[in-house]
Structures are given as C-alpha cells and as structure tokens.
C-alpha cells in the first residue's frame, strides 16, 4: 500500500524532469495531503513546495500551448491521494555515472556524477582529447542503457552507466549527527561510526 512518504518520493523523484503543468499538479497534491501529515512528512513537504515553486519560476514560457496535463484521478483510499502520472512518458535517468579508466592497466581512474547523457558523453570526449588513445568501439547495453568506449584490444577507457540517487530512510541519530557537522562538532558523527577502544582490541594469538 502506497503511503504518504512514498508520495512525496515520488513527486520529489519526477519534479526535475517535469514541465509547468506537472509541476502545478504535484503542488496541488502535497497541499491535499498536508492535514494528514507528521512532523517529519511536513517538513519534507514544504521542502517539496519550495523546489517545485523554485523549478516552475526557471521554465521559460513556450510560446506553443502546452498539451492539457490530464485530471487528477480520485483517490485510491482515505488520505491517500493517487498522482495522475498514468498518460505521461516513461521516467528518464536521473543521473549518469561516468567512469574512467587507466590507459596501461584499465584501472579504474575516477569516477563523475552528470545530470544528462549529453553531458556525461561530453566529458568522456573531453577526457579522451586530454588523453588521446582511438576509440574502435562504442557498445550499448540494452537492458542497462550502459555504454561503453573501447580501445582495437577491447580494453575499456570509459563507460556511462544511468542510475537513480538512493533516498534512504535516515534515522534520527544520524539526522542529528549531520547536524552537528554542519555546526562544526563532529564527535556525534564520530560516535556512530568509530567503535570505542576495548573493541577494537583484539586478544594476542597463542
């Protein structure tokens, strides 16, 4: 069953890629929402207001009239609101990793987050004139949309893999901890990581 939080990980997952229409629409449904939510809901919630207020304000007007985004759908159950997103495209990759790769070993060199395709293409061209070695082989991966640059021997000099960004549930100790960080103090941080002395010593082997 689709809970509040899921909600708004939804909104929140389909904003950046949404047109003014949409996001008219999602701002619509968190404000249905916001009688039934908790603390930390509500928080999320207004966050997910100010961004899709912040992304509406960027979209530059099309002179063409958009197509009418389709209505709301009733609710599946009580408080829960079902987003009309049924008629609209498939969800694009957020993200593109970029990785890179030694060109004696194939090690692998670093590795770079993009926003687009475009410009995770670019910065493996960029990568490849700052360090020239032909390209033979361009491979795309179908099931993954991975794609991969190699050399006449098949060894790889970079590869564009799509991926989403993880929204983990953060617990409250760690919410905390960051805070503190943000301040400055990072013993909290510390705490929740480095285990104390006595158990980190280890008895001697006979």
Avoid: N
Wanted: proline share 8%.
């Amino acid at each position: 069953m689709t809970t509040i939080t899921d909600t708004l990980r939804a909104i929140e997952r389909r904003a950046d890629r949404a047109v003014v229409q949409e996001l008219r629409l999602m701002t619509q449904e968190i404000q249905a929402l916001r009688t039934q939510l908790t603390l930390e809901d509500r928080a999320h919630a207004d966050a997910l207001l100010l961004k899709l207020s912040h992304l509406e304000c960027c979209q530059q007007v099309d002179s063409v009239a958009p197509s009418p985004v389709a209505p709301a759908v009733a609710p599946a159950g009580p408080g829960f609101p079902v987003l009309a997103f049924d008629s609209l495209e498939p969800l694009q990759p957020g993200s593109y990793l970029v990785h890179f790769y030694g060109h004696e070993l194939g090690d692998l060199e670093r590795v770079e987050l993009t926003e687009s395709l475009a410009a995770a293409a670019q910065l493996v061209r960029q990568h490849l004139t700052d360090r020239p070695r032909p390209v033979w082989q361009v491979t795309h991966d179908a099931c993954d949309g991975a794609l991969s640059f190699l050399t006449d021997d098949d060894m790889i000099l970079a590869s564009i893999q799509p991926c989403e960004p993880r929204m983990p549930d953060v617990e409250p100790p760690v919410a905390e901890a960051c805070a503190a960080l943000a301040g400055g103090d990072i013993t909290a941080l510390r705490r929740l990581f480095v285990a104390p002395a006595q158990a980190r010593a280890q008895p001697l082997a006979a």
